[in-house]
């Protein structure tokens, strides 16, 4: 069974750094791009970063571009966001999904950004 | 490309055919999935490649379209069907539309 699990969200300053997890299983995982998407509250849902089988390629959205790096480890089949120069407005439930059409998606880490 | 979906709220009743608008600012070539979303939770993959039934989802769901142009129909609309249905675009980066919220009349 496919399986991917966020993990640390929380509470953070404005300018502060966060870095995310997503935990994969059941499937394998250099055989996929992944992606972060945020869906802010009650707002719709923002695709933020997507990387390639290795990591040699990586994508951002230009609301993150310059302050966020997307990242991966085979070996451990892990996923990672990190996530500098935190603004409000980066306030989201963060996603990790699988494939360039997100076929799986994990249940989501909350980020929220305020002093 | 951005995409806009319409109407942004459906009121429909259980057994109808109901059917969700997504219109590209560009040509998409197909490379195109719809989402179902339900309060509280993960997005759920239903269509992708514009027409291509997701694994384990019910066939009153189905995806068309060309173009700039396509739909997300449901068959006959079932009480579980409330949600609301994002569309995304994966030809030229990738992007999400607004979303059409679906809600029981």
């Known amino acids: 069974e496919v399986q991917l699990v966020e993990s640390g969200g929380g509470l953070v300053q404005p300018g502060r750094s966060m870095k995310l997890s997503c935990a994969a299983s059941g499937f394998t995982f250099s055989d996929y791009y992944m992606a972060w998407v945020r869906q802010a509250p009650k707002k719709g849902l923002e695709w933020v970063a997507s990387?390639?089988?290795?990591?040699?390629?990586?994508y951002y959205g230009d609301s993150v571009k310059g302050r966020f790096t997307i990242s991966r480890d085979n070996a451990k089949s892990t996923l990672y966001l990190q996530m500098n120069s935190l603004r409000s407005e980066d306030t989201a439930t963060y996603y990790c999904?699988?494939?360039?059409?997100?076929?799986?998606w994990g249940p989501g880490t909350m980020v929220t950004v305020s002093s | 490309i951005q995409l806009t979906q319409s109407p942004s709220l459906l009121s429909a009743s259980v057994g109808d055919r109901v059917t969700l608008s997504c219109k590209g600012s560009q040509n998409i070539n197909n490379y195109l999935a719809w989402y179902q979303q339900k309060l509280g939770e993960a997005p759920k993959l239903l269509i992708y490649n514009t027409n291509s039934l997701q694994t384990g989802i019910p066939s009153r769901f189905s995806g068309s379209g060309s173009g700039t142009d396509y739909t997300l129909t449901i068959s006959s609309l079932q009480p579980e069907d409330v949600a609301t249905y994002f569309c995304y675009q994966y030809n030229n980066g990738w992007t999400f539309g607004g979303g059409t919220k679906l809600e029981l009349k």
């Open positions: 999904a699988r494939n360039w059409y997100f076929d799986f």
């Open positions: 990387i390639s089988y290795e990591g040699s390629s990586t």
